[in-house]
């Protein structure tokens, strides 16, 4: 089981990004996808998650009409489409999914496959 995260770089305050996340390694078919981050000394935070149909939309408060997930489930990939960024933002974004997720999108401990993060950095 791998999810390989891309899309990261360096960005001005009010810049955007597109963070990616393929899946592979076996079907994932059913499975909550969400975004993760972690600034430097900080605990890994939720930021938003998607359940496999799409009708279902989980958004960390800060984020909220700032940031969109999206998935395509033919792909096996979730995007984060990140406008508007502040200096806040910046950490290492972390995608992960599991089966044992469910209504629980916001709980780290219920995702049981991680991706290896991709550093955002935002300047002011």
């Known amino acids: 089981v791998q999810l390989q995260a891309s899309g990261g770089g360096s960005v001005h305050f009010g810049g955007a990004l597109r963070l990616s996340c393929k899946a592979s390694?076996?079907?994932?078919?059913?499975?909550?996808m969400g975004w993760f981050r972690q600034a430097p000394g900080r605990e890994r935070d939720f930021v938003a998650a998607?359940?496999?149909?799409?009708?279902?939309?989980y958004y960390e408060d800060s984020v909220k009409g700032r940031f969109t997930i999206s998935r395509d489930n033919a792909e096996n990939t979730v995007y984060l489409q990140m406008n508007s960024l502040k200096p806040e933002d910046m950490a290492v974004y972390y995608c992960?999914?599991?089966?044992?997720?469910?209504?629980?999108?916001?709980?780290?401990?219920?995702?049981?496959?991680w991706g290896q993060g991709t550093l955002v950095t935002v300047s002011s």
């Open positions: 998607i359940s496999w149909s799409g009708n279902r939309i």
């Open positions: 390694g076996r079907s994932f078919s059913g499975y909550v």
């Open positions: 992960a999914t599991g089966p044992r997720v469910g209504d629980f999108a916001s709980v780290r401990g219920r995702y049981d496959y």
